[in-house]
């Protein structure tokens, strides 16, 4: 990638020195440091580039690259770039793009990897406004790596930012904040419990006053005619509560909490974790309904379902939940096409920490 | 679920036998018959219900079901449906959901479960447009039975329809059909070829005019300043047709075909089914781009990309791909929200068939 603009300066005369390249020359130093603060001022003069720094700025013609008095080509920049940074390609695809976007950026404490300040900020004057860390979309999702980022930026009071590449090279930018999921709904406790008949995917409630009023005491089920229409998670939850007798459609018996639970997590492995997800999100005052036309697990609503929209969509996940970014990637675009938040429950061994990715353009 | 709208007529007297439902009067059955043919008329007078029939009859309070004398229960017959037919659950909220759109639905031939009339039409006169198969969101996708079942329909020519069934008993329709992708490009020939360096997960070509004839011949990769970054896709096979001669970037060594191909494996476990779908879809003169942003393999083209939107998704599964309905379910309403069209490229031995699922209201 040689010069592409040089508009009508000179490229700077740099020196390839080890693993970094210096600008030797102090008033081409200090030229280059003061158009967009890259590199460090060298205290004797001159100025001292990292290699993402200089292969920007070889690439954009602003310095010339020589190496013991002959020029140093691009394609050897870039593989010794490549030896030196795991994952440079990544790195400089996002660090590119960021300085393409006018900010001024730094390196980060790892495992972040850039520090971006607020336009038009200098470094030592302002405080950087992002956190960024670059990631490949064949990498690996890993919830409580993130989770461990989030809090470190947090302390700093930092926007933390995961800038996803694809294999195009196309940069997709997500805003990862923890969130406290509230609601304004109150539900009625039942008198007597209602009975229930278990069909194998789902329960049913019969008699029509009884249906009328589950339905009428917290929005649950679907109603089908005068009966209503439970899923599992709803009938186990109202039955834990005592609002619901569990009875076998084949057999006519009831069947105890435990028993249902059982047979519930041979149709749905993640019949627990999604359970406490579900609890936790109604204790808040929520409404919880399936978000399966929406490919995640819940859709949630902040209060009546009839006069609002459902706020967020949320995803059961276990603590140490692993997987490919491009399968996230997939479930925040889906909430965005639908206009809502897309949340991660993450279930711990006694809380449920909920984390907010969002795209947003830095 | 006793009678909820009876209208101004009594309900007619039914009688359970069995494990079917008859009406022994030849007047009510006659009525029962002409309002939507339900069941069988029999050949002595009256009319034969199945469990699914009796069932939505006796839910919407047109027929009322004595058995030996005494009133049966709905939740008898609810438990002995369940008992008699697998699935009965799904299959009655797909049955009930498609009378209430005014279809006259009949017993479809296993493992399909229903055949449906076009409004208006008459069992034995019309022939039936479409034919439906019943399936729960907890259940498996099977492309090797979806493209049975599909090939089954095609025969006949009648539109092929899945109905998803999520939790709370909502359902989804969706059409499936094979169709041929073709687009209209066509794609310069290269005379010399160009120089790549293979990083991680992508490859670059620096020089200039290389990278920008390459670009230029094809639409591949993108332009990074003067250089040009192609995917491990568009690398592999620009190798192949001998229009690339890929290097490792750490030393600078020329890598054969064979070699570059294993190390994309290393990085992407399905190179090679994807390999296999990108060829196919360039040879039909397309143009084939990631669909990361999508949450799909590809993004496909039938004509000049900055003219035209890209019309396809495109999924490269193998030949006997099995996964959770959720999972291509949350990929329909992706590329339905940002409408295109969604495409599973099912790879086999020596030919791709492409299943195209779209969502639909019959």
Redesign the interface.
């Known amino acids: 990638?040689?010069p592409?603009e040089t508009g009508s300066r000179q490229p700077a005369r740099a020196e390839l020195r080890g693993k970094k390249v210096v600008l030797p020359d102090e008033a081409e130093g200090n030229q280059v440091y003061i158009k967009g603060y890259y590199g460090k001022p060298l205290s004797g003069g001159g100025l001292e580039l990292d290699l993402l720094e200089a292969t920007y700025l070889a690439?954009?013609g602003r310095i010339a690259i020589s190496d013991a008095g002959s020029p140093y080509p691009?394609?050897e920049l870039?593989?010794l770039a490549?030896?030196d940074i795991p994952?440079?390609?990544?790195k400089y695809?996002v660090y590119?793009d960021v300085r393409q976007r006018g900010y001024v950026v730094k390196p980060g404490t790892p495992p972040l990897d850039f520090r971006v300040l607020p336009r038009g900020g200098a470094p030592g004057k302002a405080h950087s406004k992002y956190w960024i860390a670059a990631i490949?979309?064949?990498g690996i999702f890993d919830a409580r790596a993130l989770m461990s980022l989030m809090e470190s930026t947090n302390r700093v009071r930092k926007v933390f930012l995961l800038a996803v590449v694809?294999?195009?090279?196309?940069l997709?930018y997500y805003k990862v904040k923890d969130v406290v999921p509230r609601g304004r709904l109150k539900f009625a406790q039942l008198k007597a419990p209602a009975d229930g008949?278990i069909?194998?995917?789902?329960v049913?409630v019969?008699e029509?006053s009884e249906a009328a009023a589950l339905h009428a005491s917290g929005f649950y089920?679907?109603m089908?005619?005068?009966?209503l229409?439970l899923?599992?998670?709803e009938a186990g939850y109202l039955s834990e509560e005592g609002a619901l007798n569990l009875r076998d459609?084949?057999t006519?018996k009831r069947l105890a909490w435990k028993k249902f639970r059982e047979s519930a997590m041979e149709?749905?492995p993640d019949f627990e974790l999604r359970m406490r997800v579900y609890r936790d999100l109604k204790s808040a005052g929520m409404l919880v309904?399936?978000g399966?036309?929406?490919?995640s697990h819940f859709r949630v609503y902040e209060g009546d379902p009839d006069s609002t929209h459902a706020r967020y969509l949320v995803h059961a996940i276990p603590a140490d939940y692993r997987s490919m970014w491009?399968?996230i990637?997939?479930?925040v675009?889906?909430a965005h096409?639908?206009r809502k938040e897309i949340l991660l429950g993450r279930v711990g061994e006694t809380e449920i920490e909920y984390l907010r990715l969002e795209r947003i353009r830095p």
């Open positions: 990638m040689p592409t690439e954009s691009m394609s870039v593989s490549t030896r994952g440079f390609e990544i695809i590119r490949s979309e064949r694809d294999e195009e090279g196309d997709t008949l069909l194998e995917d789902r049913l019969l029509p089920g679907k089908m005619g005068s009966g229409q899923s599992l998670l459609a084949r006519g149709q749905q309904k399936t399966f036309k929406y490919g491009a399968e990637s997939r479930a675009r889906l096409g639908v």
